[in-house]
C-alpha cells in the first residue's frame, strides 16, 4: 500500500538464501510475457510444474525443473545462458523456445544517501515503481502491486491519477529480483539482511493472489524470513479475514491514517462502511490466528478505546493524525 514516490519521497523513505522445498512445491505464479518482439516463452513466472512440462518435452529427468527453478528465483539468473549447471546441449535447447525477461527499467533515480528509485514498464504501457533503501543493518525494497489505485486516498498521487490493473505475480516478484541484482553488484559482500516492504503502488489486499503467489518465492526461494516480509494496507477487514490462515505469516502495517470513520471516508473513500475499529480488530484476530480467544479481541477493544482517546488528545492539540 502507498505509492513509493509521493508518499515516501526519496530523500525521505525508510527503512539470501537457501533454495528450500523447490521439488514438489509449486507457485501460482502465471505465465509472464512481458514486453518484447520476441517470440520465445518467457521462463521468468513459470511456476515449478510448468517448468517440469517444457523440459520433460526436452526429455530431461524431473530434477532438471527443481535446478531451473533454482536459477530464475534464487539465483535470479539473466538468461538461459548463465544456468551453468546445465548441459551446454539442454541450455542451447531451451534457449532455442525460451527466454528469461523482466520487465524493462525506463528510468532510475538515484540519491545521495544510496537510495535508488526505479520506474519499470510493463505490458499495456501501465508503469511502476520499486524502490531500493539501503540503511546501516539492513537493505529494504519497496515494490508495487497495482499499476495506479482503485483506492483513491485523497493525498496520494498514485490514487489521483487512476488505476489501470493488478500486476501479475511475475511482475510483483521481478521488482525483487531486479533491485537485489541493482543492488548486489555494487557491494557483493554485503551480508545486510534483506527486507521486502509491500508499501509500493497499489493496494496489496485488493490483489492478494498474485501478492501471496509473489511472497511464497520471496520466502521460500529467495530466503526471505517471515519477518523481513511486510504487508501494508489501508485494511479491508473482509480481506485482512483472507490472510489469517496464510503461513508463513508475513507482517502487517495497517495505516488508519486516522481512527474517526468520518474522516477516514474522506482521506481513504474506497474504505467505504468500514470501520477503524473493525479493522483493528480483524487485524488482531489475523495476527492471533482464527481460533484466537474473545478475551484477546476484547483485549483489543479496550486498546483500540485507549488510541481513540490519543488520537482525539492529538487532535486537540492539533498534532498529526494517529497511524
Ligand atoms: S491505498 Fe492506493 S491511493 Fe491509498 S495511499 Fe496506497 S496507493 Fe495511494
Avoid at 63 to 88: E, F, H, N, S
Avoid at 162 to 180: F, P, T
Avoid at 219 to 235: F, N, P
Avoid at 292 to 320: C, K, S
Wanted: positive net charge.
Amino acid at each position: 500500500m502507498g505509492p513509493v514516490a509521493d508518499r515516501q519521497g526519496l530523500a525521505r523513505a525508510p527503512g539470501e538464501g537457501g533454495l528450500s522445498r523447490v521439488f514438489g512445491r509449486k507457485a501460482a505464479l502465471g505465465d509472464n510475457p512481458q514486453v518484447s518482439s520476441d517470440a520465445r516463452r518467457n521462463l521468468f513466472g513459470l511456476d515449478l510444474s510448468s517448468l517440469g512440462e517444457i523440459l520433460t518435452s526436452l526429455g530431461q529427468p524431473a530434477y532438471r525443473a527443481g535446478q531451473v527453478y533454482g536459477w530464475l528465483y534464487a539465483r535470479r539468473a539473466r538468461a538461459v545462458g548463465d544456468m551453468t549447471d546445465l548441459p551446454k546441449a539442454l541450455r542451447e535447447n531451451l534457449s532455442a523456445g525460451h527466454d528469461l525477461r523482466w520487465p524493462e527499467v525506463v528510468e532510475r533515480q538515484h540519491s545521495s544517501d544510496g537510495t535508488l528509485k526505479l520506474l519499470f514498464r510493463l505490458e499495456g504501457e501501465a508503469t511502476i515503481e520499486s524502490v531500493y533503501i539501503p540503511e546501516l543493518r539492513r537493505r529494504t525494497i519497496c515494490i508495487s502491486t497495482q499499476a495506479g489505485c482503485p483506492v483513491k486516498c485523497a493525498f496520494c498521487l498514485t490514487g489521483i491519477s487512476g488505476y489501470k490493473r493488478n500486476l501479475k505475480a511475475a511482475e510483483i516478484l521481478s521488482q525483487v529480483a531486479h533491485v537485489m541484482n541493482e543492488a548486489a553488484p555494487s557491494s557483493p559482500r554485503d551480508e545486510r539482511p534483506w527486507n521486502v516492504v509491500v508499501m509500493g503502488m497499489g493496494e496489496p489486499l485488493l490483489n492478494y493472489e498474485n501478492l501471496s503467489a509473489a511472497l511464497d518465492v520471496v520466502h521460500d526461494e529467495m530466503g526471505l524470513g517471515a519477518r523481513k516480509i511486510t504487508v501494508s494496507t489501508v485494511g479491508f477487514p473482509e480481506r485482512l479475514n483472507k490472510l489469517a490462515p496464510k503461513k508463513p505469516r508475513f507482517q502487517l502495517a495497517i495505516s488508519l491514517h486516522t481512527p474517526f470513520q468520518e474522516q477516514r471516508d474522506v482521506l481513504v473513500p474506497a474504505s467505504g462502511a468500514d470501520a477503524a475499529r473493525d479493522i483493528l480488530l480483524e487485524a488482531e484476530l489475523t495476527a492471533s490466528g482464527p481460533s484466537a480467544p474473545p478475551v484477546r479481541a476484547a483485549r483489543v477493544a479496550a486498546g483500540l478505546a485507549a488510541a481513540l482517546a490519543l488520537a482525539a488528545l492529538a487532535a486537540w492539540l492539533g498534532t498529526e493524525l494517529l497511524r
